[in-house]
Every structure is written in C-alpha cells, then in structure tokens.
C-alpha cells in the first residue's frame, strides 16, 4: 500500500542512548518532515527536507539529526537520548512544496519513551 | 509567533446532532489552512484544506470556512455519526513560497455517542 511507513512503532530507551526512527514514503514525495506531538501541545516541526541531500531545521531541532540520502527515505536521529524527547513522532510527506493545494501525508506515528 | 488555538477541547455529543469546531489563529498572513482528523494511535488524515483566497470548501458532511481578517476557522459535521469520534487538528501553512512549515492546533477530542 502506498504511503507512509515508520518504524518502530513503539521503543523504549535509556537517558544516553542512541537510536534511528526510520520513515519512507512511496509516493515519490519531493517534500518530509518530521513532527513530535506531547499532551497539551500541538505538532511542532523538528527538521524537513525539501528534497535528496537537502535538509533544515524546525522549530524544536536540538537533540535530534536527519538526513536525506534518497528521494524515499528520512531517518529520525537520536543521538542521546533524554527524557524529554519521550513523544510521539510523525513522519509526513507531500508531493512538491511549490504546490499551494499541496497535503500532506502521514505516518502511523513512531511512540518514544526515555527512561 | 503564530498560535492557533482550538476550542472546545473536547466535546461530547449524540448522534445525529450538528456540530461546530472551532480553529483561531494569531497571525493572518496565512497561505493556507487545513483541517486534519486523528484516531487514537495513528497518524493524521487531511480533511479539508482552504486556500487563503477561499471561503470555505465541502467534502460530503464536513464545511469548513475560512475568515483571514478576523483569524478563525470553523469545521461545520453535519448529521454526526459515532464513526466521525476523534480528535480533530487544524493547521495553518506560513510561508507563501518554498517550505511549507504548518503551526498545529492542540485538537479538539469529539464524541458522539450512538
């Protein structure tokens, strides 16, 4: 089916350790983002990519590295992980930035807890 | 800093009723505006999106306006039904070229009992 595919759904880490969320879309999407949603707050934008090799960050970056090797994959780094990084975190997609009718799809969501 | 606030957060209902949801927004150089449902433990569904230009736009039950001038947008279910229980987001789009960055409303959780 197409869409948007994130992995794991669920993980549970220690303070300091590391792991990668993974997120593809086969809809050949020009555009992915990477969203975290907590109780009381809306989604806030963590890092986008606007295309392969082309990477910036959101409004909430610290803590967290992605990259875009290919047109269908973005990986979500922790590189050490803290409490306060547990959430719940979205992957979407769209097909080009430049259009204005453009939606956004989304991911099941990857659920994150930091012990 | 653009807010987008949603009020009620939670709203419950029978079956049947009419029922608005309501979305305001701080800064009204907005590109766009969507409107998106969440069911527990998934991801979001794109609903309705309303260009800066539009006044609203329809898919079978839903209506959603859009008034820029006074920041708020409203989500009109029609008939609801317990199938149409969720939490329901909307976004706006700043940004008028390139990345298209969205500001997200904290939701409104609807139930609507049989």
Same mark, same amino acid.
């Given at each position: 089916n197409a869409g948007v595919t994130q992995t794991p759904k669920f993980q549970v880490l220690k303070t300091g350790q590391s792991m990668t969320l993974q997120c593809a879309q086969d809809?050949?999407?020009?555009y992915m983002s990477w969203y975290r949603q907590d109780p009381g707050m809306g989604l806030r934008l963590i890092h986008y990519s606007v295309g392969a090799g082309i990477t910036d960050q959101g409004e909430v970056p610290n803590g967290y590295n992605v990259s875009r090797s290919t047109t269908e994959d973005f990986p979500l780094r922790l590189l050490s992980a803290a409490p306060s990084q547990t959430s719940v975190y979205f992957c979407a997609s769209s097909? %080009?930035?430049? %259009? &204005? !009718?453009n939606v956004l799809t989304f991911g099941a969501g990857s659920r994150l807890t930091v012990l | 800093k653009q807010e987008v606030t949603q009020i009620p957060a939670a709203l419950s209902v029978p079956e049947g009723e009419n029922l608005v949801l309501n979305c305001s927004f701080t =800064? %009204? !150089?907005?590109y766009n505006l969507q409107w998106f449902r969440q069911d527990p433990g998934k991801g979001l569904t794109s609903l309705l999106l309303i260009q800066s230009s539009q006044r609203e736009q329809t898919s079978g039950r839903l209506n959603a306006s859009l008034d820029k001038s006074s920041g708020r947008s409203t989500l009109y279910i029609a !008939?609801?039904?317990? &199938? =149409?229980s969720a939490t329901y987001l909307c976004a706006v789009r700043e940004g008028y070229t390139g990345f298209q960055k969205l500001v997200f409303g904290t939701g409104t959780r609807l139930l609507v009992s049989p």
């Open positions: 809809m050949n999407h020009e097909y %080009s930035r430049y %259009s &204005g !009718a | =800064d %009204s !150089a907005i !008939a609801s039904q317990p &199938g =149409d």
